[in-house]
């Protein structure tokens, strides 16, 4: 079965930063990638799909990136409300994986 | 509006069964692939099952294969998850979530937690 990576398992950032978080998939993916943003307490919420394709209603501070074994999650400018668990998802083929998670905090 | 509503989730004992159930409303129910995702208290998400819209095509994640069984009654707008031959490790808040990936709607998600 591929397997995710995400990296870093967390991380602190300033409001306005640019933040970066990594998926590596073990074998490629094509760009059958999407990200989820999960707030405490709450049910996840798409933000990009097909690796790059934004969600309807997501601000556009949020971008993706890569194919095949790479990709990116990108915040370009971080706001207090982006603080959440952000994973990615393989969904080229079951078993439909999850990474196992990136906690963004505000420093 | 779309809505999936979870139920029958609780406490229940190693090597027991439980049953859940999920409601879907605000959307031709029959005409949608389905999953179940779990996620364990203060842990990462996990794929559980999928179905396809008319329940000829599924899958298990390894860890569920042989103990949990994934259905659905199109003519009641709901979607199954029987489960099995219960262990700790299945404790986990069990979500349902339309569509074959990515999931856009998901569901509140109910309790089930496995303990003596």
């Known amino acids: 079965d591929i397997q995710m990576t995400q990296s870093p398992s967390s991380l602190s950032a300033s409001v306005g930063d640019r933040v970066t978080i990594t998926c590596r998939a073990s074998?490629?993916?094509?760009?059958?990638l999407a990200w989820y943003q999960q707030k405490p307490g709450k049910v996840p919420k798409l933000l990009i799909y097909a690796a790059s394709t934004l969600q309807s209603g997501v601000p556009s501070r949020f971008s993706g990136s890569g194919s095949g074994t790479d990709f990116t999650l990108t915040i370009s400018s971080l706001q207090p409300e982006d603080v959440a668990t952000y994973y990615c998802q393989k969904y080229n083929s079951a078993p439909i994986t999850f990474g196992q998670g990136t906690r963004l905090e505000i420093k | 509006e779309v809505q999936l509503v979870e139920s029958g989730g609780g406490l229940v004992q190693p090597g027991g069964s439980l049953r859940l159930s999920c409601a879907a409303s605000?959307?031709?129910?029959?005409?949608?692939?389905m999953n179940w995702v779990r996620q364990a208290p203060g842990k990462g998400l996990e794929w559980v099952s999928y179905?396809?819209?008319?329940?000829?095509?599924?899958y298990y994640a390894d860890s569920v294969k042989g103990r949990f069984t994934i259905s659905r009654d199109n003519a009641k707008n709901s979607l199954y998850l029987q489960m099995n031959s219960l262990r700790a490790e299945d404790t986990a808040v069990y979500y349902c979530a339309r569509d074959h990936p990515p999931f856009v709607y998901w569901g509140q998600g109910t309790l089930v937690t496995v303990s003596s």
């Open positions: 179905i396809s819209s008319s329940g000829s095509t599924i």
């Open positions: 605000g959307f031709t129910f029959s005409s949608y692939e």
């Open positions: 074998q490629g993916i094509s760009n059958y």
